[in-house]
Antibody
Framework: QVQLVQSGSELKKPGASVKISCTASGYTLTKYPVNWVRQAPGQGLEWMGWINTNTGKPIYARGFTGRFVFSLDPSGSTTYLQISRLKADDTAVYYC??????????WGQGTMVTVSS | DVQLTQSPPFLSASVGDRVTITCRASQGISFYLAWYQQKPGRAPKLLIYGASTLQSGVPSRFSGSGSGTEFTLTISSLQPEDFATYYCQQLHTYPRTFGQGTKLEIK
């Protein structure tokens, strides 16, 4: 079964960092780019950017530069989203999604990140 | 950036109704539009891509149409499991923007 499996929920204090994983199952991660999407509580979907899973090159949307880093595991099966210097506003569900060119066809189950003191 | 405006933002309907959701793009995006369904606590699920192509496994009561700047998602006969939030997304240019969502509620 083709799926993206994300790591579990995280509770972090302001100023800390978090690293979320997204692992491909049933297909080779390097075949398609992976996008990241944020959904704040009660809000809509916000595109954060994407990573070229062949080269590891990331592209970030405006508003997601500086503290946000997309990376690739050397094995090529897992991609990561790291957020540093966490703020309360970063509290959200973060999704990874497979991009097959004209749509995001497979989504991870989402990772809830809660930032609270 | 391409702005997507969905209407209506909220829709109240009954089982068996035919409903239509509209997504307007601020500039032409050809057929590069997808529709997703999201239920509370769940990831978005792809329904339609390329404006009108039904994703495998999605019931045929869902259909999409349009091109350029105006698109529609139609559910021909609402079923109880269709009450959810629906999002459009353009994949013509970066950034990959989403509409603000349409919440479909039971009347």
């Amino acid at each position: 079964q083709v799926q993206l499996v994300q790591s579990g929920s995280e509770l972090k204090k302001p100023g800390a960092s978090v690293k979320i994983s997204c692992t491909a199952s049933g297909y080779t991660l390097t075949k398609y780019p992976v996008n990241w999407v944020r959904q704040a509580p009660g809000q809509g979907l916000e595109w954060m950017g994407w990573i070229n899973t062949n080269t590891g090159k990331p592209i970030y949307a405006r508003g997601f530069t500086g503290r946000f880093v997309f990376s690739l595991d050397p094995s090529g099966s897992t991609t990561y989203l790291q957020i540093s210097r966490l703020k309360a506003d970063d509290t959200a569900v973060y999704y990874c999604a497979r991009d097959i060119g004209d749509t995001f066809d497979i989504w991870g189950q989402g990772t809830m990140v809660t930032v609270s003191s | 950036d391409v702005q997507l405006t969905q209407s209506p933002p909220f829709l109240s309907a009954s089982v068996g109704d035919r409903v239509t959701i509209t997504c307007r793009a601020s500039q032409g995006i050809s057929f590069y539009l997808a529709w997703y369904q999201q239920k509370p606590g769940r990831a978005p699920k792809l329904l339609i891509y390329g404006a009108s192509t039904l994703q495998s496994g999605v019931p045929s009561r869902f259909s999409g149409s349009g091109s350029g700047t105006e698109f529609t998602l139609t559910i021909s006969s609402l079923q109880p499991e269709d009450f959810a939030t629906y999002y459009c997304q353009q994949l013509h240019t970066y950034p990959r923007t989403f509409g603000q969502g349409t919440k479909l509620e039971i009347k």
